[in-house]
T-cell receptor
Framework: DAGVIQSPRHEVTEMGQEVTLRCKPI?????LFWYRQTMMRGLELLIY????????DSGMPEDRFSAKMPNASFSTLKIQPSEPRDSAVYFC?????????FGQGTRLTVV | GQQVMQIPQYQHVQEGEDFTTYCNSS?????IQWYKQRPGGHPVFLIQ?????EVKKQKRLTFQFGEAKKNSSLHITATQTTDVGTYFC??????????FGTGTRLLVSP
């Protein structure tokens, strides 16, 4: 398996634009997590899914953020409209109840 | 909500010195996991502890889970420059919600 795959690796966008981050978890893993990492706030859990169903989205900062998992092999995190304070590295991770495997992350810069 | 704090936030040691990071949770944890993140990289799993008072070793790394399952520690003996990175603990109730600690950044000078 190629591991957790995230795209794009880097994204630079203008304030107000819509941003979509993508994640392909490891096949067979039934949990998927989205995290945001910044220097100030560390590694924050935004939302997690179990068997494609959102279980806890209490970490999603605002209504501008939304996440979906239409099937077991794909998830998206969307920000609309984006703001400069959304600039961060966004990680997706998947697990089958053991260790979590992280993707390489998407570095988002909103200017 | 659940909070997981780590101390220290940052430590700079000379190669060969020991290093310890401490992890404290506001709630009892079902298990604790430890991860290492190299600069510019992503968190990589190191180990998982499940039992109260459990101690596990990986070469120069020693991991401990507290008796009350609310705290944990990672000790590195005789640090090397390859140990540089940020060390995170992570845990949750019933495993599902994997909440990461605030992290301890380790810098090792040769």
């Amino acid at each position: 398996d190629a591991g957790v795959i995230q795209s794009p690796r880097h994204e630079v966008t203008e304030m107000g634009q819509e941003v979509t981050l993508r994640c392909k978890p490891i096949s067979g893993h039934d949990y998927l997590f989205w995290y945001r990492q910044t220097m100030m706030r560390g590694l924050e859990l935004l939302i997690y899914f179990n068997n494609n169903v959102p279980i806890d989205d209490s970490g999603m900062p605002e209504d501008r953020f939304s996440a979906k998992m239409p099937n077991a092999s794909f998830s998206t995190l969307k920000i609309q409209p984006s703001e400069p304070r959304d600039s961060a590295v966004y990680f997706c991770a998947s697990t089958d109840r053991g260790q979590a495997f992280f993707g390489q992350g998407t570095r988002l810069t909103v200017v | 909500g659940q909070q997981v704090m780590q101390i220290p936030q940052y430590q700079h040691v000379q190669e060969g010195e020991d290093f310890t990071t401490y992890c404290n949770s506001s709630t009892t944890l079902s298990n604790i996991q430890w991860y290492k993140q190299r600069p510019g990289g992503h968190p990589v799993f190191l180990i998982q502890l499940v039992k109260s008072g459990e101690v596990k070793k990986q070469k120069r790394l020693t991991f401990q889970f507290g008796e009350a399952k609310k705290n944990s520690s990672l000790h590195i003996t005789a640090t090397q420059t390859t140990d540089v990175g940020t060390y995170f603990c992570a845990g949750g109730k019933g495993f599902q919600k994997l909440v990461f600690g605030t992290g301890t950044r380790l810098l090792v000078s040769p």
